[in-house]
């Protein structure tokens, strides 16, 4: 997994190696990487919704796009359309490889607490936004179809690799974006009539587990809660208050 955090000193440590999941699984002809929590740096305090705090992790991994969804992911690259930086859903489905594929990836008390249907997602780039209509759920993006681009978290100074492969769970509260390798704020010129990238996006459930994982407790007093109508600085991720 490439994890790139500028050339600035890292502010982003993995969790011990107690805590990281760092045994990968085997499942079948699925290749499986060492996936891992990454532990997000102190930021202005913030509530996602008035109910729970942020994340304080994200988790990735990589895992082989199984070759039925890879072909429907580069169909689906094709007909994303041509609006640059936004997320277009592309469709709800079921579908049991990618299911087994992704219990196997995720650490077992993870697996448990995933969703399906899936949904596909295309995008020319993705300004920086929130999903946070999605209240009780975090999200999952595995990427099965794109150039390579980079998954930025605004605020963390982390960069995710986001090619085919590659496989992401975070907080929808958390302002992100999809950005070109290096960029660190959006520009929409540059995605104009650019490549697509495909996502499968998947949920989990906020069960206790999930909460413990990723570090969610209540909501801070006093905190800024996040919320669907909070506005996001597109080119740079800051919340506009
Ligand atoms: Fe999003």
């Known amino acids: 997994m490439r994890v790139w955090v ?38 202005p305090p913030m509530s996602a919704s008035a109910r729970r705090g942020l994340a304080r992790r994200i988790w990735h991994s990589r895992a082989a796009v199984p070759a039925p969804l890879e072909q429907q992911a580069s169909q689906l690259a094709e007909k994303t359309p041509q609006t640059p930086g936004r997320v277009h ?15 196997a990836c995720l650490p077992e008390d993870l697996a448990a607490s995933l969703h399906s249907p899936f949904e ?6 993705a300004g920086f936004h929130t999903d946070a209509h999605y209240d009780e759920v975090l999200f999952g993006a595995w990427c099965m179809a794109g150039p390579m681009r980079d998954f930025v978290l605004a605020g963390t100074e982390l960069r995710l690799a986001c090619a085919a492969g590659d ?43 999930v909460r413990e994982r990723f570090g969610i407790g209540p909501a801070r007093p006093g905190a ?11 080119e ?6």
């Open 89 to 103: 859903q592309l469709g709800r489905f079921e579908d049991e490889t990618a299911r087994r594929a992704l219990s």
């Open 167 to 209: 496989l992401v769970v975070f907080d929808p509260f958390q302002p992100h974006a999809v950005l070109d390798p290096g960029q660190l704020r959006y520009d929409r010129e540059r995605y104009v009539a650019a490549a697509a990238t495909v996502f499968l996006g998947f949920e989990l459930e906020l069960a206790a587990e």
């Open 236 to 241: 740079t991720g800051q919340i506009v208050r």
């Open 6 to 43: 500028s050339n600035r000193p890292p502010l982003l440590l993995p969790l011990s190696s107690e805590e990281a999941d760092c045994l990968p699984r085997v499942c079948g002809a699925f290749f499986l990487s060492c996936g891992h929590f990454v532990e997000l740096p102190d930021a």
């Open 224 to 234: 800024l809660s996040i919320g669907s109508a909070t506005p996001v600085n597109a």
């Open 120 to 125: 596909w997602y295309g995008c020319r780039g």
